[in-house]
T-cell receptor, first 117, second 114 residues
Framework: GAVVSQHPSWVICKSGTSVKIECRSL??????MFWYRQFPKQSLMLMAT?????????EQGVEKDKFLINHASLTLSTLTVTSAHPEDSSFYIC?????????????FGPGTRLLVL | GENVEQHPSTLSVQEGDSAVIKCTYS??????FPWYKQELGKGPQLIID?????GEKKDQRIAVTLNKTAKHFSLHITETQPEDSAVYFC?????????????FGSGTQLTVLP
């Protein structure tokens, strides 16, 4: 299957600082990337949809000024958690869509665990 | 929008037995149904998917069936092994060009007992 990487895999930061998470599709160009958040023992919660060269589309209840998304190229999207607080601690997972004409397949990265102290 | 329900939430089976996880969806326009396996601390891994133009797909010990009329699809794992223990998520998505994101089920914690 296709490979999606995330960096860093885990990060610990102080409250009030900003954290940037990178998502890369390694062996294909991703028309669309998605950012999810997952709490323990729960399903994935979509935060935003990221399209290369355009503004991200945020889900209801997700603050776009707090979770900044930049999709600079067809292989890279970044999520920046600004002024992080302990309640932002979570498992953040990106995914990338590989488009094969009429078929789209979504592949996930390994996730980034964020702990805000 | 789409709504996907998944059950059971937990499933324990003896090694070598079969495991079945079922999902129902609400949007009849959905035409793509992937299954993901998520191990502890890792991202979801696509294990099999099915599109609405077929009723069944098999890959070694894993199979997925789709009933479009009833709007449900199921994951079947045969000859289960301890390494199959993980959380499994089903998902549904509409045609390309419509809502681009997957709608996930709530997940099933599968435990294979040795």
């Amino acid at each position: 299957g296709a490979v999606v990487s995330q960096h860093p895999s885990w990060v610990i930061c102080k409250s009030g600082t900003s954290v940037k998470i990178e998502c890369r599709s390694l062996d294909f160009q991703a028309t669309t990337m998605f950012w999810y958040r997952q709490f323990p023992k729960q399903s994935l919660m979509l935060m935003a949809t990221s399209n290369e060269g355009s503004k991200a589309t945020y889900e209801q209840g997700v603050e776009k000024d707090k979770f900044l998304i930049n999709h600079a190229s067809l292989t890279l999207s970044t999520l920046t958690v600004t002024s992080a607080h302990p309640e932002d601690s979570s498992f953040y997972i990106c995914s990338a869509t590989r488009d094969s004409g009429t078929m789209e397949t979504q592949y996930f990265g390994p996730g980034t665990r964020l702990l805000v102290l | 929008g789409e709504n996907v329900e998944q059950h059971p939430s937990t499933l324990s089976v003896q090694e070598g037995d079969s495991a079945v996880i079922k999902c129902t969806y609400s949007d009849s326009a959905s035409n793509y149904f992937p299954w993901y396996k998520q191990e502890l601390g890792k991202g979801p891994q696509l294990i099999i998917d099915i599109r609405s133009n077929v009723g069944e797909k098999k890959d070694q010990r894993i199979a997925v069936t789709l009933n479009k009329t009833a709007k449900h699809f199921s994951l079947h794992i045969t000859e289960t092994q301890p390494e199959d223990s993980a959380v499994y998520f089903c998902a549904a998505k509409g045609p390309s060009g419509s809502a681009r994101q997957l709608t996930f089920g709530s997940g099933t914690q599968l435990t294979v007992l040795p």
